[in-house]
């Protein structure tokens, strides 16, 4: 469902305070969400960016055409949806800045808990002429593009991090700055002798695939599910860098709804657990469902759960047996096996 920032971000055009956008324009619409049409007047073509893939398949089955990266400059204007993470808000501005012509109008809209406030502050003190009302429990924000934006840019636009000397990430995907420490810990509990097909569901930026690659160097194919099209990027660079002999596949999947077609021997993963601001552990057991779908008779299932998640009920309905492996002051280590 829609958040209500999504009503907040075209208030501003609703209520007559910012001028209608006219036919034979075109907006960019960064972090766009499906679930509420633009105010009636509103003209221009809308051209909607969401990378992860749940929110993108809603903007198709809503008509939109969506793109998983923005594309493309010389834009009308940009919508800005902010999200939980601050880099990627950052991010999404400075994408609007450097995409749309100068005069343009970017319009931002969030909530208390996407860090709206410190974020108008921020673009405040960059110069930026910003203006903004309250509206639906959030905040639109709204500034002319100026001709000198270079600097505004270079602020706000998220750097490429390595973390661990080796790994390429960047602000807003999962963990971007360090190894997860429950990732770590499955990670020494890999097989060292793993010479079958593998995947790694909700592989992130490629740590663990990496790790499986490292451990069993005699693996003959990981395939990498990921959700967030930004880091399934990153993971294609990481596998790569760190592992360039050994055969990968990279698929862009919601796997909540969109099965796996292929037969595994090893189902590794560290399931999300959050979907947006809420925590949502279902997505874990939808997670634990499509392994067990993806595995062959007698493929073993490893993942990292945190200790007070309840999988093992959907464990012991999908799989032959399962336990746990170990467990520390937050994570726990399960197992299943076909």
Not at 35 to 45: D, E, L
Not at 66 to 79: C, K, Q, S, V, W
Not at 113 to 133: F, S, T
């Amino acid at each position: 469902m829609s958040r209500d920032t999504l009503k907040t971000l075209f208030h501003p055009f609703a209520s007559d305070v910012l001028p209608m956008p006219q036919a034979g324009e075109r907006f960019l619409f960064l972090g766009a969400e499906a679930g509420i049409a633009p105010p009636s007047g509103f003209a221009a073509a809308v051209v909607a960016v969401q990378g992860l893939r749940p929110a993108y398949l809603q903007l198709e089955a809503a008509g939109a055409e969506p793109l998983p990266l923005p594309e493309g400059d010389g834009y009308d204007g940009a919508l800005v949806l902010c999200g939980k993470h601050r880099g990627e808000n950052e991010n999404r501005i400075a994408e609007a800045l450097k995409r749309t012509k100068t005069g343009g109008l970017i319009v931002v809209a969030g909530g208390k808990e996407d860090g709206i406030q410190p974020l108008r502050k921020r673009l405040d003190a960059l110069g930026l002429v910003v203006d903004h009302m309250p509206k639906y429990h959030g905040v639109a924000l709204w500034f002319v593009v100026p001709e000198e934006r270079s600097a505004a840019v270079g602020v706000l636009e998220a750097a490429h991090v390595t973390v661990d000397g080796r790994f390429r990430t960047v602000a807003g995907m999962f963990s971007h700055d360090r190894i997860d420490a429950g990732s770590e810990l499955l990670a020494g509990r890999l097989p060292e002798n793993f010479d079958g097909n593998a995947a790694d569901l909700g592989a992130g930026w490629g740590y663990l695939s990496v790790m499986l690659a490292e451990r069993s160097p005699r693996v003959n194919r990981i395939d990498l599910f990921e959700a967030d099209y930004q880091a399934l990027e990153c993971a294609k660079a990481n596998m790569a860098a760190n592992c360039p002999d050994v055969s990968a596949r990279f698929f862009w999947q919601d796997l909540a709804r969109e099965p796996i077609r292929e037969k595994y021997d090893l189902v590794i993963m560290n399931p999300p657990f959050h979907e947006g601001h809420a925590a949502e552990p279902s997505l874990g057991k939808a997670l634990i469902t499509a392994a067990s779908q993806a595995l062959r008779g007698g493929g073993t299932l490893m993942l990292v759960a945190n200790r007070g998640l309840p999988y093992e009920a959907t464990l012991g309905e999908n799989f032959r047996e399962h336990g746990e492996t170990c467990r520390n002051a937050r994570y726990k280590i399960l197992w299943a096996k076909k």
